[in-house]
């Protein structure tokens, strides 16, 4: 929409977090250019819906491939907005491509029609299922995987046949606005099928109002739940990921050093702006300290910054600073230990990591979620408390399990109440398209990603042809009464068999 709407008077700019530097000037778009950015996605949908599965599979790998050619421009574009390091965008965006693979060679499979039993009652009929796509999707964006999170709604949502509208978060216009002007170029027989309009809260709010057919949404449980009454207005669908506070258990019997390893990046990459990042850990007694000592080992090791061999950038949003000092502060006050503090205070954009110990399980540092590069390990007694503890938090995202043997790793991962759990590692769902990902609780609900998250862009639809005519018809006023309770008395029989 941004290429060819007339721009609003309104504007605002995206800035650099690690240095406030302006990027660029972007419009405020409000309910009129919506409007026209709906409708042209409507009207290039009927076309796009008509096309078979195989045809838009080219179309959406086509523009996969142009957006691998692009990859160093929309990676500049990822880390000039958010502040990453260059690496960690260009990581972000090879998983976005992954995705969008995914979605486009296999929609066609999983909701294509599909042939059902019928059963006793209905034998003189064919069942099928197939499922037809919504219309177009509002998909509103977030800003700390601008690319990675926003594609796992634009290209499943596609891949089933609808059109997308994209409002990225007013971080990151100009990431969004990349990705829709590379669609347009790699598939511009369909211009508006995907179009982007920018704006903070109340485009946000306008898109949800705007009519669209369902609406996707990353952000925090409290925005949400405002979008969320928006769209009641009008009984639109709505799809909801609202971040984490995601815990590792650590077993008496893991590897403590891969565990450490792997709890540092969780916890520290992207500056902690991860909603399945690792934010609480739960290490049985035995082995508690010993895994502090190597958890505080790495994490001191960090160098938060600006520069190409910085771990982790900036704080993207400066008011997330504030947040990490008073979850930090409380915990403190709580009784908490710092094993691991900033060494020159909080002074932001740039937050040196923090690992926490004894962490009150009350604090707010254990029950909201932090956002930012901080860990708390505590000891628990076994796993089976390790287990009540982690499931015990009001978000329920993701979660992950240390432990010697795969068999008791895959037995706890199943008494997590969380909607992805990886085992020795953490984040690992994230780079396998076909699962499923999503939460309850103040995590959401809904799933993206995977066959499921096909499905969620797609309305299932029931259809049954008559074959021949029925031996008994009990939906006809004209069975003779003898005849009715002759089947009545079949088919009650059959169901009474033990």
């Not at 692009?70 to 260059?86: F, H, I, N, S, Y």
Request: include cysteine.
């Amino acid at each position: 929409m941004t290429r060819t709407t007339p721009q609003p008077a309104a504007t605002f700019v995206s800035r650099a977090p690690a240095t406030g530097e302006v990027l660029a000037a972007h419009p405020v778009h409000g309910p009129a250019e919506i409007a026209r950015a709906v409708d042209r996605g409507r009207e290039a949908q009927v076309r796009w819906a008509a096309l078979p599965a195989a045809g838009r599979r080219a179309l959406l790998l086509r523009w996969k491939h142009r957006l691998a050619d692009e990859l160093d421009a929309v990676a500049g574009a990822v880390a000039a907005e958010t502040g990453k390091p260059r690496q960690d965008a260009e990581l972000e965006v090879l998983l976005a491509l992954g995705h969008l693979d995914w979605a486009a060679r296999n929609a066609g499979r999983v909701l294509g029609r599909r042939r059902a039993r019928t059963g006793l009652l209905a034998a003189h009929q064919t069942a099928s299922l197939v499922y037809r796509p919504l219309g177009v999707v509002g998909v509103l964006g977030p800003w700390n995987y601008p690319v990675y999170t926003p594609m796992g709604s634009i290209g499943y949502a596609l891949a089933a046949g609808n059109a997308v509208v994209f409002k990225p978060s007013e971080y990151t216009p100009g990431t969004g606005v990349l990705l829709a002007e590379s669609f347009d170029a790699a598939v511009p027989e369909y211009a508006g099928l995907f179009g982007v309009v920018t704006g903070a809260g109340r485009t946000g709010e306008a898109l949800a109002r705007s009519g669209v057919d369902k609406v996707a949404f990353t952000g925090s449980p409290g925005t949400a739940r405002k979008v969320m009454a928006v769209c009641a207005e009008r009984l639109t669908p709505f799809l909801a990921e609202c971040g984490g506070k995601d815990a590792v258990i650590v077993a008496a019997d893991a590897d403590l050093d891969a565990a450490a390893d792997a709890i540092v990046w969780g916890a520290m990459s992207n500056a902690g702006q991860t909603c399945a990042g690792v934010e609480r850990v739960y290490a049985v007694r035995e082995v508690h300290a010993a895994l502090c000592r190597r958890v505080v080992e790495r994490a001191r090791a960090l160098r938060p910054g600006a520069g190409p061999d910085a771990s982790y950038g900036p704080m993207t949003r400066p008011a997330q600073v504030a947040v990490v000092q008073r979850h930090v502060a409380q915990a403190l006050a709580g009784g908490a230990r710092a094993e691991l503090a900033p060494p020159h205070g909080w002074e932001g954009p740039f937050v040196a990591p923090v690992v926490l110990a004894d962490v009150p399980e009350d604090s707010a540092a254990m029950t909201e979620e932090t956002f930012g590069p901080v860990v708390a390990v505590n000891a628990v007694a076994d796993l089976a408390e390790a287990v009540r503890r982690a499931n015990a938090s009001r978000y329920a995202l993701g979660a992950a399990v240390f432990c010697g043997g795969r068999r008791t790793g895959a037995r706890i991962a199943a008494r997590l109440r969380a909607g992805a759990v990886s085992v020795d590692s953490v984040l690992g769902f994230a780079a396998v398209p076909a699962l499923p990902f999503g939460g309850c609780g103040d995590s959401g609900f809904g799933r993206i990603h995977g066959a499921d998250g096909l499905r969620a862009f797609a309305a299932p639809q029931s259809v049954t042809v008559r074959r021949f005519a029925a031996p008994f018809d009990l939906t006809s006023f004209r069975t003779p009464a003898a005849v009715r309770a002759r089947a009545v008395a079949l088919v009650r029989g059959l169901h009474r068999r033990r």
